[in-house]
C-alpha cells in the first residue's frame, strides 16, 4: 500500500484481556518497527524485526508483550493480560533498510485504553 | 543510557515569528540524529537526518543544525500550518540498526 496501515485504529480494552494490534508496512519494506507513545512521554521503542534474522526485542516491557512477524509482511503486536498503564499509543514503522537512515514511515497508530 | 531532552517544551509564535527548537543529547557514540513533526493523531513523519557535527540541512521553511552535544530546528518565517510536534532521536552506533531513542517533543503553534 501507500503508507503503513494500522488496525483498529482504537481499541478499548479491559482489564486482563488479550489484544492483537496489526501492523501492514510499505511493500518491499524490510524492516518493521513497533514503539509506544505515551501521555507526555517520548516515543518507547518496543521491538524491531529486519528480514528473516532474529528480532529485536530488547524493548519490550514485560513478557505480556509478544509480536510477530510473518511472511516478512504484516505484523501482530499481542499484549496479555492487558493493565491499565498498557494505555498508550502503539505505533508501527517501516523502512527499506535497517537503522532508519531513509526515516522510518509510521503509522497513525492505534490507541488503547484499557479501562 | 541515551538520552535526549527537548526545549522549551510548547512555543507558541506569530506567523512570521522566526525561531529554534532545542535538542540536547548524551549517547555513547553517535550514528544519526532524526527530526520528526507529528501531527494531532498521526504518526511521526520523519524530516532529517544528520551524521556529523557541523552539517546543515534544509527543506522549505525549516533548516536543522548539529553541534557535538545539540542539534537546533531553525523555523523561519513560519506559517500557521507549521504548527505540529517535532520530535528529535537519536541512534548511538552500537544499536546495529535498531532502536531510536526520542525526546518528548517540542508543541509548536504558529498563529495567524
Known amino acids: 500500500g501507500a503508507g503503513v496501515s494500522q488496525s483498529p485504529s482504537n481499541k478499548v480494552t479491559e482489564k486482563g484481556k488479550d489484544v492483537e494490534l496489526r501492523c501492514d508496512p510499505i511493500?518491499?519494506?524490510?524492516?518493521l518497527y513497533w514503539y509506544r507513545q505515551s501521555l507526555g512521554q517520548g516515543l518507547e521503542f518496543l521491538i524491531y524485526?529486519?528480514?528473516?534474522?532474529?528480532?529485536?526485542k530488547s524493548g519490550l516491557p514485560s513478557d505480556r508483550f509478544s509480536a510477530e512477524r510473518t511472511g516478512g509482511s504484516v505484523s501482530t503486536l499481542t499484549i496479555q493480560r492487558t493493565q491499565q498503564e498498557d494505555s498508550a499509543v502503539y505505533l508501527c514503522?517501516?523502512?527499506?533498510?535497517?537503522?532508519?537512515?531513509?526515516?522510518?514511515?509510521f503509522g497513525s497508530g492505534t490507541r488503547l485504553t484499557v479501562v | 543510557e541515551d538520552q535526549v531532552t527537548q526545549s522549551p517544551e510548547a512555543l507558541r509564535l506569530q506567523e512570521g515569528e522566526s525561531s529554534s527548537l532545542n535538542c540536547s543529547y548524551t549517547?555513547?557514540?553517535?550514528?544519526?540524529l532524526f527530526w520528526y513533526r507529528q501531527d494531532p493523531g498521526k504518526g511521526p513523519e520523519f524530516l532529517f537526518t544528520l551524521y556529523s557535527a557541523g552539517e546543515e540541512k534544509e527543506k522549505e521553511r525549516l533548516k536543522a543544525t548539529l553541534t557535538k552535544k545539540e542539534s537546533f530546528l531553525h523555523i523561519t518565517a513560519p506559517k500557521p500550518e507549521d504548527s505540529a510536534t517535532y520530535l528529535c532521536a537519536v541512534q548511538a552506533q552500537e544499536t546495529s540498526g535498531s532502536r531510536l531513542t526520542f525526546g518528548e517533543g517540542t508543541q509548536l503553534t504558529v498563529n495567524p
Open positions: 524485526f529486519q528480514g528473516n534474522s532474529a528480532p529485536d
Open positions: 514503522a517501516s523502512s527499506l533498510v535497517g537503522g532508519g537512515w531513509y526515516g522510518y514511515t
Open positions: 549517547v555513547s557514540g553517535l550514528r544519526g
Open positions: 511493500s518491499g519494506h524490510t524492516a
